[in-house]
Structure formats: C-alpha cells, structure tokens
C-alpha cells in the first residue's frame, strides 16, 4: 500500500497540469495572482514537494484521508459516496460472470466435441469483446430498440441489468475459457481415464471430477478479475451514467485532484489484497490436496 | 471563459455506433404538441446534461459553462441580452452612466427577496461584487469581467454604484452573464464550502438536494417575481420542480432521451440532431455561444507563421466546406468571422478564405519554403514545413477531430506536415503554453465584441499566473491594440461597433484564424415539453417558462 501510494503521488507530480487550476474553474484559469496564490496556500501546495509527500502518507497513515482539491469535502466522503455502487456493480458483474462460464462449460462438456467447439468459441469472442462497445450494442438492442431496459441507470435493479452484462460477459467468456482448458486436462489425467472405464457418463464425470479441476484456475483468476472489473467500472459507470468509483477517479485524473487519485488507488489495492486472500481460501476449500498440505 | 472541459472520453466510438442505433430504433412518437397551446402548471422535467458535474454550484467561485446551465434555473443576474442584442431589465430595472463614463448607477427592482427571504438591496450587490473579487472566493471568470470595477458603494437602499478605474463599455454584457449572478449575502456568508453545495438566488427555482455524481434536485420557487424581460411569462415557473441529471456519455444521453427517460439533453451532438430532425418527437435548439467561433488560431509569433505568406498559403490549401457539411451532418453553418453569430457586431469576410492550391504553392516557394522531400513535405534550410495541431480531447467533438484529419490530408498537398496530437486537457493547455504548436483550436465564451480584446489584444500574449495565455494567434499589432482599447473605452454604440468591424477586418485580412464554425451547442427537446428556449446571453437553457404537455 505504501508503494502504491508513492506511485501514484509521483505520477501525479510528473503529469503535467496544476491542480490549483481544477479549483479555479479548471485547466487554462484566468484567475490573477492574488486568487491561484490563495488558492496554493488553502490546498497546501506552496510546500515543497517532498513535505506534501511526507505529511500525505502521515494523513493515510493516521486515516486523515484530507480534502478533495476540487470538490472541497472530505475525500473520505467523496468514497464512501462512490464505493457502494462500484461493489454493487463488481461483485453482481463477478456473480453473472460465473454463472456465464459455468453454463458454457457445463454446456461444453455435455455437447462432446462440437459442443466444445461451440462454446469455447464463444467465450473467446465474449472475452475479447470491448466494455466500451458492448455496452454500447447492448444499449441500441435492449433500451432504444426492444425498450425493455432503462438506457442509463434509474437507481433501480432494471438499470442494473446492462452495465453488469456489460462487464460480465467479457470476463465470462474469459472464465469459461479457463474451465474448458481446465476440464480438457483434467479429462486427459488417469484418474478421469479409470473413471470413464468403468461407465462413469459424462455428466457424472464432470460433476464428480473434472469440473473440480476446472474451476481451480479460475477461481485462482477471479480475485484478480474482480480487481480489473474497477478498471472496466470506468466505462461502463460513465456509458450508464452510474455513480462510482471509476467515475471518480477519472474526473480527479482530469482534474490532477491528488488526494482522491491516492485514495481511490489506495482503496483498490486494499481490495486486491483483500480479495488475494479470499481467492486462496476458496482454492483450499475446493481443493483437498491444498488443505492436506498446509495441515501436515 | 474559455471553452470548458466536457467529458469526451468515450465519444469516438459513438459515430460508428450511429448505423446500429439507426437499425435497431424502430419507434419514434410522431405526436405534435400545440405550441400555442395554454402552459400546464405541475410536474417535474427530467434535464440530463452532458457537461461535468460542477464541482461548486456557485459560479463566483471558477465560473465554467456547467455552472452556468445550472445557475440560469436558480440565480439571476442584474441585466439580460434580448434576441436582438440589446440589454433589458432582470434584477436591474435601469442604469445610468456618469459622463465621464467613470460610474453607473444600478437601479434594483423594487420588492424582491432571496429565496432565503433576505431583500435585495444595493448592499447585497456590493457584497457578490466584493465577493467575486476575493482573492479567496477563487474565481477566474467573474473576475476577469470585473478588471475596471474598482468598488460598488450603496447609494441608496435601490441604488447601487459602480465605480471603474476607467470607462468599460463592457461593463452590462458583463453583467448579463451568470458567472457575475447576485447571490443572498446571507448565502455567501455560509463560507465558501457550504454555499458551492446549495447557492442562494432569486430565480425560478431553489436547490433542494444534490447527490453526487447522480443528479441535483430543485424545487418551484412559489414567491418568484423577479423574471426577465425577455421572459415569456412573469410569476412562478410552471414546473414544480427540475431533476437535473449527469449523462456524460452522447450515446446512452440521447437514448435515455429517446426512451422518454429524460426530458431535454444538452451537448447533443451532430449525428444525434439530424436523427433527431428525420425522426420527430425531438425538437433540436441551436443555441450557438456568444463570444468567438470555432476556428484554428495560426501563431504568428515563430516560425514559419511569422511570414504572412505562409500564414496565407495555409488558408488557401484548405477547403474545410465540404468537410463541415458532411461531418457535421448539416448542423453547423460555415463561419468567416472571429466572432459568434449570437454577436450583433459580428463581421464576416469570405475573401481570404479562397481556396487557391497553386497559389498556395506559389507563396511558400516565394517564402523560401521551395526544398520537396521525398516524402512531399516541403523545407527550407533544412527545416521541415511542420505544423503542430495539439487536439483537446475535451474540447474537440469527434466530427471536429475528422475535419483537422482532412485539413492535414489537404495541406499535406502543398507540402505542409500537420502533426495532429490529441491530449487531455491539462496536457493540452501545458503544450500550449510552452508554445509547442503553429495551430490550435481554443474557442472562448463571453458576452459581447469585448472578447476580440481578449483574444486578439498583445497583452494577451502575456501569460496568466496559471500559464495561460488566450492570444493564440500572438498577433501583436499596435494599431490593433489601440483600435481594441478604444472600443473598450467607447461611451458611443456607433463609434464602437465601427472600431469593432475594423478590428474584425485586420484579424481575418492578417491571415491569422481560419473561422470554422459557431460554438456548437444544441440541445434537443422532446415534444412532451413546451416552452423551453435558450438564452441570449450565454445560450444556456432557460426552463422558467417551461411546461409538461398533457
């Protein structure tokens, strides 16, 4: 966490842009000396650098998160606005993603071979598809063609439905490609040979076997996947207009508003951390062999 | 105000979206409302503006364009501009200048209060005005209106005076802007944090909420009694309230206009207005800024630039009509002027604009730029013809961005090198002010010719604190200045609007801009809703006489 907040603080000193001008009305302010010399000394970046840095990481460290150079509140309270929707949106977005790839890899390993093919060859076109662009499709089709969804978010769990296809589909196509591969290397192992030997079907197989290998790397993945859905929050959150962290941090990028740059970086690599030990747990738990090991 | 920041990060990939749009909408409500229909008083409009969330609602404090759309439904200022270019009564119901053009005294309506329930008194403009000039207060816009007024003392308890350290005839299209609008003293006296959240003013409407990054709620001011005279109607405004959304992306904005979900969307862009025109049930307001066009701004103050010449071969290589007309779908009107059509003192000349593309080589082989590489790119002593174009991301619609792409196409003809870098905002105005580009397009909102002084005057070669600087072209001309000051100081309308025009002729006869087009800004309406117009002074949106159709 230290060194994430240190790179970002000396990221945002080398961009170039003043931040005192996000507080005048933004980049290219006329304000007369007097006004951006006021405003210097307010967000206190008349001091030289380095004590910026040093009394930042002790206002983090001490959990005084300061003001926003722009919005003038706390920016504690600038996140705590945002973070609510931006977990609603990822962990709906990681929970849609799963069932999208179990039903691929279900589907696939029902299907026999073409069924494979089918299917792993759309998860690979689902995970290369752009959050930008989808969510665009989705939007023509669903809100201003058929009409049976809202266009931009409503608050309500209708407007929900679009942003989170929108950043599930690509990392459900991904996910399913995971399992597939996982699925195919396990149905080559010994063990899955013996079983079909003696009679085991392949729905019996998969639920008693393979799928179990299966879902290993991907659970491995999703706790990193969960973290880029914050990246692909961006997009979608300013495509449906919803209130969020990815919002946040792109207008505060704009307006080179430092400490809400820290925070909501801060705040996502606690996330990852925090999300890099649950993703270990679920792998012990589906995994037997991980749990002997660490007992003995 | 320079042209402001509006989120266009996702904007490019919208056109190609057009065709999937086109294919998949297969309503569109053909109803007609009856214009003259009587105003229905209730409801709520549904607003979804495409311009950044503001960061304060109070627009002393920067003073940028979306402070401004929603300042115009909350605050309002001493005077207005009618359709024809004249100043009428708002807050003021009349003024009067000393001879020596050195004072005005304000005349206040009588009877109005704050919605705070504070009078409006002379004392009350005295404080925005010593407000808006606090160091402290932070504010750009306002500010830079205010550069001649040295004070405002209360004469009376109606009566308020302006003193000016010298004549301004400026001084009321100034004060017609919202970024100059009278606020409660009581209000301002909350400090700045707490009176960015909920401004007090005296307009239509009052601030009842705001949830960030989601919207702002106002709510009918039922005491209202102070509108406009271009106004179409006194009292109350008909709606009960205003939800005034964020909708940054252009894509989903206009199809949450579509879908009846929002009622009026601003920043609407060219392909959206000619479906909106072909489809029906959307009416489109074309409300071009005041101040200057659109145009490419070509520094003289360095090489190769400095030489007339080159400055005229670049003007006649290119031919930005057709592009215009098919990028921007029929929406923008081609300009040959530095200022707006909403300026009456606008002044057009086609002539210099003539596409000439053997000319164009002509001048620059007589400028000693005769050396073609291989690669076409014309040099001289080694120096290649290169012209830097850094592209604001934020500023430059996606349809603007295709035009400067043909412009290089075009004069890459005649050998000029057009690098084209697209930036981000910050980036783009620290390219600008290390002189790092021979074109660039910065256009600048303000009431009245006055801006030509701005943009055009020496002085403004010379940086702001903040780097800034609004001569891009760097014309540095005495006769220019002088003609400029004069017109500044001017007690006559006539003798003004004449030096105007000829400021107008030296600047496009000097080959220093390529005028392209008005600052766009449309808003599209939908036909359950009458009676929304855009202003004369700044073009924002002005929903006080509005009303919800049956």
């Keep these: 966490m230290w060194a994430a907040a240190t790179a970002v603080f000396v990221a945002v000193s080398l961009i170039p842009g003043d931040p005192v001008e996000a507080a005048l009305g933004g980049p290219g302010s006329q304000a007369s000396a007097a006004t951006v010399e006021a405003t210097r000394e307010r967000l206190g970046l008349d001091r030289p650098l380095i004590v910026q840095y040093f009394s930042q990481l002790l206002r983090m460290a001490t959990g005084q998160w300061g003001d926003s150079y722009a919005q003038r509140i706390p920016v504690a309270e600038v996140i705590g606005q945002a973070l609510p929707a931006t977990a609603v949106l990822a962990v709906a977005a990681l929970l849609a993603a799963w069932a999208i790839a179990l039903t691929l890899t279900v589907l696939a390993a029902l299907g026999g071979r073409r069924g494979r093919l089918v299917t792993s060859a759309v998860g690979m076109v689902a995970a290369s598809l752009p959050h930008f662009w989808l969510g665009l499709v989705l939007v023509a089709v669903f809100a201003t063609g058929l009409g049976w969804l809202p266009a931009v978010s409503d608050g309500g769990g209708a407007g929900l439905v679009l942003p989170v296809l929108t950043l599930a589909l690509p990392l459900g196509g991904y996910l399913a490609q995971t399992m597939l591969d996982g699925v195919a290397d396990a149905e080559a192992t010994a063990f899955a040979l013996s079983a079909r030997a003696r009679g085991e079907r392949r729905g019996g197989l998969l639920w008693r076997h393979t799928l179990r290998h299966a879902v290993l790397p991907a659970v491995a993945l999703s706790s990193w996947a969960a973290g880029t859905l914050i990246g692909g929050a961006v997009v979608v959150e300013t495509v449906f207009a919803r209130p969020g962290l990815g919002r946040v941090l792109l207008s505060a990028v704009t307006q080179r508003d430092a400490p809400v740059i820290v925070a909501v970086v801060v705040v996502t690599a606690v996330v990852f951390i925090v999300l890099g030990f649950l993703g270990d747990a679920a792998a012990r738990w589906v995994d037997p062999r991980g749990r002997e090991a660490t007992s003995r | ?550």
């Design chain 2, 1 to 550: 105000m320079i042209a402001h920041p509006r989120p266009r990060l996702l904007a490019a990939g919208a056109l190609s979206l057009v065709a999937v749009l086109a294919l998949s909408a297969c309503s569109g409500s053909t109803v007609e409302p009856d214009a003259s229909a009587t105003p229905v008083d209730g409801g709520t409009l549904v607003y979804a503006s495409g311009d950044a969330e503001p960061d304060c609602l109070d627009p002393h404090v920067g003073g940028n364009y979306p402070q401004a759309l929603l300042a115009t439904q909350v605050l309002e200022q001493l005077v207005s501009r009618d359709a024809e270019g004249t100043i009428v009564p708002w807050l003021a119901e009349g003024w009067e200048l000393a001879e020596d053009g050195l004072s005005m005294d304000v005349t206040l309506k009588p009877g109005v209060s704050f919605t705070d329930g504070t009078p409006l008194d002379a004392e009350a403009v005295a404080r925005n005005i010593a407000h808006l000039q606090d160091p402290d207060t932070g504010s750009s816009t306002g500010y830079l209106a205010l550069e001649r007024v040295e004070r405002v003392e209360a004469v009376s308890d109606t009566v308020a005076r302006f003193v000016l350290s010298e004549p301004d005839s400026a001084l009321l299209e100034s004060l017609a802007q919202p970024w100059l609008a009278i606020q409660s003293p009581a209000g301002l006296d909350r400090g700045t944090d707490e009176n960015c959240l909920a401004p007090i003013g005296t307009g239509p409407f009052i601030i009842d909420d705001w949830v960030k990054q989601d919207h702002i709620s106002l709510v009918r001011n039922d005491d209202y009694a102070s509108a406009p005279a271009d106004a179409d109607h006194d009292g109350p405004a008909h709606l009960e309230g205003i939800i005034w959304r964020f909708l940054p992306d252009a894509t989903t904005r206009y199809a949450a206009l579509e879908a009846g979900d929002v009622d009026v969307i601003d920043n609407a862009q060219p392909d959206a207005v000619a479906r909106a025109e072909s489809d029906g049930g959307i009416s489109d307001i074309d409300a071009p800024r005041p101040g200057s066009v659109n145009r490419l701004e070509l520094n003289s103050g360095q090489a190769p630039f400095d030489d007339e010449r080159v400055r005229q071969a670049f003007l006649a290589a290119v031919d930005v009509n057709p592009g215009i007309e098919s990028l921007f779908a029929g929406t923008a009107a081609r300009s040959y002027s530095p200022l707006s059509s909403a300026e009456t003192a606008a002044y057009s000349d086609e002539a210099p604009f003539a596409v000439d593309v053997e000319r164009a080589a002509e001048l620059l082989d007589e400028a000693g730029w005769d050396e073609v590489g291989s690669d076409g790119v014309r040099s001289r002593d080694g120096q290649r013809l290169t012209l830097r174009l850094p592209v604001s991301t934020n500023q430059s619609i996606p349809a603007e961005v295709s035009l400067f792409e043909q412009i290089q196409a075009q004069a890459a003809e005649v050998g000029f090198e057009v690098t084209i870098d697209q930036l981000d905002l910050s980036s783009w105005y620290a390219a600008l002010g290390a002189n790092e580009y021979e074109l660039v397009s910065a256009p600048y909102t303000k009431l009245g010719p006055d801006v030509l002084r701005i943009l055009y005057h020496s002085d403004g070669i010379v940086p702001a604190p903040s780097g800034y600087f609004a001569n891009h072209a760097q014309i540095d001309d005495p006769e220019l200045d002088d003609v400029l000051d004069r017109a500044s100081r001017s007690q006559d309308a006539d003798e003004r609007s004449e030096l105007y025009t000829a400021a107008q002729r030296t600047i496009l006869e000097g080959s220093y801009i390529l005028p392209l087009y008005d600052q766009q800004n449309h808003f599209l309406v939908s036909d359950d809703v009458a009676g929304v117009r855009a202003t004369d002074t700044v073009s924002t949106v002005w929903l006080g006489d509005a009303w919800l159709v049956g």
